[in-house]
């Protein structure tokens, strides 16, 4: 019996640190309609090419906002990333532009039709099950940096 209920709280500690956001990144608040979400920041090269590469698992309404300092076309892939995931794909107003399902573990290049400044993984189905689509606009919090 000790032993199983060690078993389980090792289990539960592997998967609460699974969903734990990469030291060092900055969190937001974000708003879509009338949910939000907790994001973290990916805003160097370094934290965009990890991504949320590696990890096991996401909370609900958690991801991880993509930044760039200018409009441009912008390309993702899901190589070493374990989670199903759905980006969308947002202009500088924060008007979702687009929104995809990405596969797990993908090499398949997941490109915006438009030019964006920002993008924002979730688990997949989240933006959908939320009621959020192409042409909704992301509320950013008042001092964050555009």
């Not at 989670?83 to 794909?89: D, E, G, H, M, N």
Request: hydrophobic share 40%; glycine share 4%.
């Amino acid at each position: 019996m000790k032993s199983r209920i060690f078993f389980i709280i090792c289990v539960c500690s592997i998967i609460l640190t699974a969903c734990q956001p990469q030291k060092g990144s900055p969190e937001i608040t974000l708003k879509i309609n009338d949910v939000e979400f907790t994001a973290e920041i990916a805003d160097t090269p370094e934290l965009q090419e990890k991504g949320l590469m590696d990890r096991k698992a996401l909370s609900p309404l958690h991801g991880m906002l993509f930044t760039y300092k200018y409009d441009a076309k912008k390309s993702f892939w899901m190589k070493n990333t374990y989670i199903p995931l759905s980006i969308a794909f947002i202009a500088s107003d924060g008007t979702i532009k687009e929104i995809y399902d990405m596969k797990p573990l993908s090499t398949s290049i997941i490109s915006s039709k438009f030019s964006v400044r920002y993008a924002l993984e979730v688990n997949q189905g989240e933006f959908e099950k939320n009621g959020i689509s192409a042409g909704d606009r992301v509320i950013f919090p008042i001092n964050f940096p555009r």
